[in-house]
């Protein structure tokens, strides 16, 4: 996931999505120290689409998120 993310504007979108999917269940899966340590190997901009990306899957997960993020900054 540290490749850097695709120039045309479809293929970096479906990049994001496939990032935060695979983050997403990684986190929720309950190895949230990988998930920090992909965001931050990624682009500054990347993570930052990847993070919102993932934030958009509920409420619970955006709490689970906002709570961890904050403990590890």
């Known amino acids: ?9 479809a293929a970096r979108y479906h990049e994001i999505e496939r990032r935060a999917q695979k ?10 120290k990988i998930t920090v340590e992909a ?3 990624m682009e500054p ?6 993070l919102s990306e993932m934030m ?3 409420p619970e997960v955006r709490d689970d998120l906002n709570r961890f993020l904050k403990e590890v900054a």
């Open 1 to 9: 996931m540290t490749d850097k993310l695709p120039i045309q504007c």
């Open 56 to 58: 958009m899957h509920g």
């Open 39 to 41: 965001l931050d190997e």
């Open 45 to 50: 901009r990347a993570a930052l689409a990847v």
């Open 23 to 32: 983050l997403l269940t990684t986190f929720v899966n309950g190895n949230r």
